[in-house]
């Protein structure tokens, strides 16, 4: 549920904290790189049997390593979570050289460091075999070895899956290792699991030798590639293989085989354009299989273990007709495309240090949008990345809390600072640059570029400068740009610029001002951070939104970039496709220009990306109060005439901020301005699927539905009542919840709740419980449905989040319905803390200050009963008021705007135009 605003943000300070009592210990968390590892020889025994595998293991493990010093007098490695049985250090020959009590050894808990003393030196450049025996526990917490479980339909018996996820650094939570990213090395992986059980490992099965007289076996694996610890991976379980051969083979579940077909067949063409592509086909890599496997719990959506891919059930799995819609399609075909390119960007190449851990994710994430454009180009992927990626990191750089790609490695020692680095800076801003790169080196430069990087550092360990070395290569001479200045002002700093463009000689010139673009310029950000900018635009003279390729840099060292033009410009639209990192924003007069050649034909030619990225850049520029709301919703007026998906999702997206602030009275004007600007959307796309509909289409419908209809548009409640009724189509998956939710809101709610009722698959069930909660008969469902026994808590928290959520203008009356007798919502949630939460959820949709009032009074009133849990009522009290004020200040122009607007029937846009900008102009004047 929404509720846990308040948790997030205790937690986000716990976490700050944390970091900081670790940054002041400076203990080395390092290990010293005086001794490596070359080979691990591992073997892991699970106890217990099929029915219960047991909640320990225990293993032994043989690590080669040797050491480049003569007098090397103890060997310190990583172990977490492990009792040790018996060490020993073997010499070259295989001989013993010592046995190490286990009471000499020392563990420090804080750097999760085993040092191991020893009665004699090593002697340099020879190998040595550290030998441990020792056992572990078998996790519930999805790190290290840890369990998940099922239940079978047919036996209804409770199956075991054992898997691991050593990623970040839990591969010491397994056996004790060398458990950093660089030292890399071999692995030889032995698993003993009971009778009934298999298991895979990242390489191939070599044999199974038999313990009969325990009704064991051992299953012995090929040894690895050189790699890191972090991709060691084994998974014990009754799966079997249901797809596949040695090659690309997918385990899981016997009762998948016929739900898998989908991501296998992805994982078949990944792999086969990624060969192509990189020019080093998997093989070479140095593992002959690769594998797919999935379970019912996983922390990520993959792991991209080498040769065992580990996947959580939602990605491999397809439900016909539940989640296989083109939602669940695309994302499993993401996330495959992926977890597959991690094969050669992080388990071939790895980055050396956590500290830049997007040498890994950048490229995984960019390979996830455009490799997948590339196989399946109907999900018009590379338009989708501009909202869902970089628009999407745009803002989380633009704050305090943002961090750059790069950090020190000094400054990335203890496990929070490197949890820290695991970051959406690393993946979407990652991607964004790697795109930015891509599309000015042009795609054949840019692919030499990383197939020598992977030739080179195959195996091998990299930091960013190795790949700056293999951009350079092949980047292209012109415009002249100082390169390393331009690669690490925008992976070493942090944030991004705007540049400001003003038009003079009249109209014959541009000129350009950069500065860092912050939401919150007094949270602490630094403000004077300058970028190296590729400049790139169209104009109304040439509008060529297909060249991407700078014609100049704008650098660090110069005040403002100048653009002349023989004849007069109407307008200019900077950062082509938005391909390159930095927001614009545009004088008055350019904008209002840009805004009348958007309501021309064919939006003159404007790339989709850049109608994107106005809606965007102007929603961002109002909310860091560089011009008002009134201005931004004045602009998307132009929306009327717009059709495409990704500048409405950018429209929403900015919408939803300001939406959520207006008053049930205010949102009456919205209403309407709603209605309006979608009317050539909402016409082309009505609430039915039709045959011919794109991918986006359906991801349109589904966005504007919910908008219009959540906004109590009059055609889109009857469209949908009229459709539902005379049940016009079976909505696919994707619309499926909105839909019903529409419909839910008129007079379909019995209908919606019946299908709930009968429904028997659960993630359907959940749906339409949701969708049954949009109901405006709130009363009746409260009473019945949330108060009733027949629901459990989590579905009655949600229920209600639906409730009010999605009926903005009943937020009141369901406030009141709740406290007229909070003890009966006590009862249902069976607890203060969670009444509290929900109450506090609710509040944070408040919008006036009679609800404010109401509010107070119900704390005062009240305190007593929530105990603790008054304090989560203070903090959301104090945030109402915050955003009344918010509103407030904020939002005055805009209801003024929606006002005036609707009454003015008659005035022409263009006109309603001019009079607000005279009433900005004397604003900004005062
Ligand atoms: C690894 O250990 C197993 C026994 O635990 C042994 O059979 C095998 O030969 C060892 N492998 C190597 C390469 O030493
Ligand atoms: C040490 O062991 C590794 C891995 O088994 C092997 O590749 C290497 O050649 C050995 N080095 C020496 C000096 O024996
Ligand atoms: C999978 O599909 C095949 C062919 O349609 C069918 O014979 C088989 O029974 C299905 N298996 C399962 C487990 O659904
Ligand atoms: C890894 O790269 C470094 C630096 O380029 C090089 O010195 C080293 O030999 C490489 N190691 C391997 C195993 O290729
Ligand atoms: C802000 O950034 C500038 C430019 O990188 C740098 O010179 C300055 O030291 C930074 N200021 C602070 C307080 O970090
Ligand atoms: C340039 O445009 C910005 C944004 O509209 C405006 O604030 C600024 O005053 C203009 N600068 C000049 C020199 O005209
Ligand atoms: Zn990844």
Redesign the pocket.
Known sequence: MKGSGIGMRLLAVAVISLTLIATSDCAGYRLSNNVWPSFYNLTINIQGDTTNPGSTFDGEVAITLQTNQSNLQEITLHKDALDISSCSLYNQNGLLQQSVATTSLIFDQETQQLTVPLSQALTANVNYTLHFQFTGTVRTDLVGLFSASYVEPESGKTKWVLLTQMQRINARLVFPCFDEPALKAQFEVHIGRPNGFNSISNTRLKATTSDAANNRYVDHFEVTPLMSTYLLAFVISEYSRVQGDTELALYSRPEYINKTTFSYKVGQQALAAYNEIFQLPYQQLGNDVLQFTSSPRFPHNGMENWGLIIYSDAVLVQDAGYTDGLKDLEFTTRIVVHEVSHMWFGDSVTFSWWSYFWLNEAFARYYEYFMTHQLSPEYQLDQQFVVRQLQLILRTDAVASTQPMTSLEANVQTPAQIANKFSSIAYAKGASIVRMWRNIMGGENFEKSINSYLKEYHLNSTKPSDLFTHLKENWPAQPAVDLDEFFTDFTEQEGYPMI???F?EENHRA?LRQKRFLSNPGDGSNATILYTIPITFATNLKPNFQNMTPGIYFRKNITQVQLNSQNALDWIILNVQQSNYYRV????PILNNIQLALTQSDHSSIAVENRAQLIDDLFNFAYAKMLDYAEVFQFIEYMSKEVHYIPWYAAYTGMERVAKRLTPHQLTNFEKYLKDITAAVYAKLTVNSRDYDVPLDVYNREMQVSWRCKYQNTACNNDVKISFEGNVEQPSPDYRETFYCAAARTTGYTRVLELYQKETNSAERDLLWKAASCTREYRNHYTTQILGNSTTVAQKTTGLAQMYEQNPNLISAIFSMITEDIQLLYAALGSWSTTAEVLSDLADYFTTTEQEQQFSEFIDKNSALFGDSALTLKTAQSTVSTNLQWADQRLGKLVNFLASRNSAAGLTIATTLLMLMSTLISLLLK
């Not at 924003?585 to 008055?588: E, F, K, P, Q, W």
């Open positions: 400001t463009v003003n003079t000129v924003l545009y004088d008055t």
